[in-house]
Structure formats: C-alpha cells, structure tokens
C-alpha cells in the first residue's frame, strides 16, 4: 500500500504540471510578447512531450527497470519546475516544459505498471486507481495554488510554475525506499531470490505459488523462455485490440474538451466569464468526489460494471447537452449542471478504469510495451481532440459536437458489453491465461 502511495504521488505532479500553465498563460504571452502561433505552441508543447514520452516510455521501464524510470520522472518533474520558473529566455522555457511532458508521458505508462506489479490481486484496482485519483487531486491543487500565488504580483507566474519543485523533490527522495518489481527482477534479471523478498512482503501466504506463476508466464507451451518478442508478434492481438479502443473511447467520450474548454463552452450556453469560471471549479471537485468513490469500490464490483454504469451515463448526460444547444433554452446553468453530471460519470467509469485495465491486460513479458500503447493512444487522441474541438465547436456548433460525442458513447456501451472482460480479484498471470491468451 505504502509502495502504492509513493508511486502514485507521480500521478499527482502529472496533474499538476498539466493544469498548473493554465493560471499562467496570459502573463507568459505577455511577458515575451508572445504572437499567436508562438503562444499556441507554448501552452501545447508540454503535451507534445507527454505524446513522445508515453511512446517511448516501455523502453526505460523495460531496460532500467521500473523504479529507476521513475527516477527519471521525478528528475524531470524537478528540473521542468525549476527551469521553467527561472528561465531567462522563451526558448529555455519550451525546452523544460517539454521536458515536463516527457516525464508526464512516462509517467503514464511506468506507475501503472508499476502499481499493477507489487499489488495484491484483490486490491489492485484500487491501488493503480489511486494514480488517477492523484492525477485528478494534483489538478485541483493546482487551480488552488494559481489563485492564492496570483496574488503576488507580476511575477507570481514564475512562482506558480515553481512551487512544483517541493512535490518533486519529496517524490525523488522517497522513491529510494521502495524496492523493484519483482515481475521485472524476474522476467528481466531473473533476480529469483531478490523477488521472492518482496513477494513475501505483498503476498506472504502464497508467495511461493505467486513465484511459480510469474516464472510460467515466461515459458512457451513446450517450457522455453520466451524469446524477446515484439507486441505486434500476433499473439497479443486481442489485448492491444482491447487497450486501443479502451483509450480511443476514454477521448471520443470528449472530456478533454470539456476539461480544457469548459470557460468556453458555458460563454457558449450564455453564461457571463465570471459564472463560467465558477461553474469550471464545480467541476473540478465533483471529478475529485466520484473518482474517489470510483477506487474505493472498483474492486468490490469490478471494472465492466463501473463502465456499463459510466456508458449509460455518459449518453444521457452529452445528449441533454446536445439538445440543450439544439433547443437553445439554455435555461440559467443547465448546461453547467448537465455537464457536472457527465464528469460524474466519467470520474466514476473511465477515469477510474482505464490506468487500471491497460495495465492488467497484457502478459509480463509486454506488459510495458502494451502500456506504452495504450497510453500513447490515450495521449493521441487527447491532442486531437484539443486541438480540433474548438474549430468543429464554431462550424456545427454544440448541437452535433455534443451529439457525435454521445454517439461515440452508444458504440462503447456496445465494446464495454459485448467484448470488454472483467479482471477483478484475478492475478495478473490468472488474466492471462484465462481471458487475454485464449
């Protein structure tokens, strides 16, 4: 659990240092008056290295081993924070932003995997969930710290961007106490002994058994190890079918654009600036609330229960948006309360879910690889819908914007359904030999 925590702390900066330039953007722009392709590319660089990290994130957490990638994170987390509050150039400033977005992007894909690989089976979805219970608290604290440094003076966003250094530091300094993956000590280093003492430490009656299981994992059907093999091999066409549309339907469902853009899309339903913004920290707190409701029960009552839940109340919540637009009777904050009700669902289903599942479904041996793809997916996907929501906003309008998200929506209910397995309470080995590989 402890290990958990830790880990998970890496979740909590990836939200912050996502959040954290929204309170800062006007005052850079000004400060190196920036042009508008200039800007654009300011606010959008720290996720083009998340892309390029979450891509090739498998490679250290493979090669190095978990624990020292998130070395890596942490390090980058420090020095982003810390370049970008004192940077003395607008060059210095892109470089270590984008080197923020590298560390948000591995982080994407190590601490999952991680979290997946020292929890009990009976408690993973839980402990992997508390990354993105992190990533949603460490978006929220970072509203609040823009605020309060807001007040500082002309150069609070120096500050604001800086205050970071603190979580980073203590998140480097504790990563020192915990101990590797014992999945990747054994498949990776076949560090046998030094695995079965940290298995002994998270599953004390059945370490033993749990040892034997991991050491199959790595033989073929005739008892050879498996050779180094490449995801695509076409033996793992289900998982990677799975984790792709997994992560394409987390982005269809529109919730970065409604994340990024909420201010917007309430002026749009008429609302003045200063309710828009209020309305924007509501949603904040209710994706706080239901994301902890979320991992406090995902693993009583599993994964494709939390998502056929979400599904249906994903639709009905972007459709009496979509219709709400169509009618245009706005009616005072009806969209801001539909669209509470939306995060609600998504918080409870996918938000919960995805960091979780990804990280279950593939076997050991890929495990990373699979994540590094799931997450590069995720991260892809976010992008383009970013980029693309406000210009589809402006020439179809709210109307067939929100209803194309709803219709996204009916075609995950149908995956989640039909084709979506359930992993609860099952062993990472038990998942793949008895849902994933046949």
């Not at 990280?359 to 050991?364: A, D, G, T, Y």
Request: hydrophobic residues 50%; charged residues 10%; proline residues 3%.
């Amino acid at each position: 659990m402890a290990w958990s925590m830790v880990v998970a702390l890496g979740g909590f900066l990836f939200g912050f240092d996502t959040a954290v330039i929204s309170g800062a953007e006007k005052s850079i722009q000004q400060f190196w008056q920036l042009s508008v392709f200039e800007h654009g590319l300011t606010i959008s660089i720290a996720l083009i290295g998340t892309v390029i990290g979450s891509m090739l994130g498998s490679r250290p957490s493979d090669h190095f081993g978990r624990k020292n990638t998130l070395y890596f994170v942490a390090i980058a987390y420090l020095l982003s924070s810390l370049g970008t509050a004192f940077a003395d150039n607008w060059y210095m400033f892109l470089a270590f932003r984008f080197l923020g977005g590298l560390g948000v992007g591995t982080s994407s894909v190590t601490a999952p995997i991680y979290i997946s690989e020292v929890s009990p089976a009976d408690r993973r979805g839980r402990l992997v969930g508390l990354f993105q219970f992190n990533v949603v608290l460490g978006i929220l604290i970072s509203y609040l710290s823009n605020y309060l440094i807001s007040q500082v003076g002309e150069t609070s966003w120096r500050w604001m961007l800086g205050v970071q250094a603190f979580p980073s530091l203590i998140f480097l300094i504790l990563i020192r106490f915990i101990p590797e993956s014992p999945r990747w000590l054994i498949l990776k280093k076949q560090a046998t002994e030094k695995a079965l003492e940290i298995l002994r430490i998270i599953n004390p009656l059945n370490c033993d058994q749990e040892l034997i299981s991991i050491q199959n994992s790595s033989l073929d059907s005739e008892g050879n190890r498996h050779q180094k093999e490449s995801i695509f091999s076409g033996h793992y066409s289900k998982p990677i079918v799975l984790a792709m549309l997994f992560a394409f339907f987390n982005q269809v469902s529109g919730i970065n654009a409604i994340i990024y853009y909420a201010p917007r899309i309430f002026e749009m339903a008429g609302l003045g600036a200063h309710s828009s913004l209020l309305s924007t920290v509501g949603i904040g707190m209710v994706n706080f609330i239901f994301t902890l409701l979320a991992i406090n029960i995902i693993d009583r009552v599993g994964r494709k229960l939390l998502m056929l839940i979400g599904s249906v109340g994903l639709i009905c919540s972007l459709l009496l948006v979509a219709f709400t637009f169509y009618s245009g009777h706005f009616n005072g904050f009806a969209i801001p309360l539909y669209m509470m009700v939306f995060i609600a669902f998504f918080a409870f289903s996918q938000g919960a879910v995805i960091w979780v599942f990804i990280s279950e479904i593939f076997p050991n041996q890929v495990r990373a690889q699979g994540q590094t793809l799931g997450s590069s997916t995720h991260w892809v996907m976010a992008a383009l819908i970013a980029f693309s929501f406000p210009y589809f906003a402006e020439t179809l309008g709210g109307a067939t914007t929100f209803f194309f998200f709803a219709s996204m929506m009916v075609l995950q209910l149908i995956f989640v359904w039909r084709w979506m397995p359930e992993t609860k309470g099952k062993s990472l080995e038990q998942i793949e030999t008895t849902i994933i590989m046949h």
